[in-house]
């Protein structure tokens, strides 16, 4: 159970760090505005626990909002079933990319909106990073999704670390690969295909974030009660 929700944090932290509250912005060199609509980018998490699949997607824009939906699966959400997050981020940058409205779902269940002050929300997402924030060096870097000339970018926090390898290539998000320490251990996520054609994979109109319902939802998809 502890794993699951470990997993929850790591997605609504949208970086592999596993803290939902106080986790680093995800970093990105891309503009998620810019970015074309449908296009995604699917990763393999690894962590001591075992492997789970990660995608990330542009799915919406209109003149106010991008949408990003984040889904991953396997490991110790196999039973579970996909966690679904959906980000609408401002295409204000007054706004400095702070979520205007964050909708999770569990497995098959209804998806719900989350108020925006709920803990689990990150209060930062998709900033783009100056040139002044990476690393000079060039580093040529080989996943599964082919190989990139990147940048590097290190973030603190507390224990946690995470080192993030970066390319302009790497659509929708730039991102290439991670390494992260965690309180699970460390762990790594790499890019390994991308492609275009991406749609919201919401289950219905979302409703109203209940917590006691997210925690029966979770409970009984680690049961294998309901995927």
Known sequence: MRAAFLAV????????????????????????HEAKVGSWGQYVLKMPNGEMSQRMAIIQRDEKHTTIEMSVAGGPMQQMGPMLIQVKIPRDPKLESRPAGVVMQVGKNTPMAMPADHPMVPKESFKRLQVKDLE????????????F??????????DDEAITWLSEKATPLGLV???????????????????????STLNGKAVPFDQNVFMQQVMAGMSGAKK
Do not use: N, W, Y
Not at 14 to 21: K, N, P, S, W, Y
């Open 149 to 158: 000339q990147c940048r590097r970018h290190t973030q603190k926090r507390g």
């Open 136 to 147: 000079s060096k060039v580093e040529t870097v080989k996943v599964a999704g082919g190989t």
């Open 9 to 32: 944090a790591l997605v609504m932290a949208t970086t592999t760090l596993a803290h939902a509250q106080g986790a680093p912005v995800f970093p990105t060199i891309l503009d998620v």
């Open 177 to 199: 690969k991670m390494q992260s320490k965690t309180p699970m251990g460390p762990a790594t996520v790499e890019l390994v295909k991308m492609g275009m054609g991406a749609k």
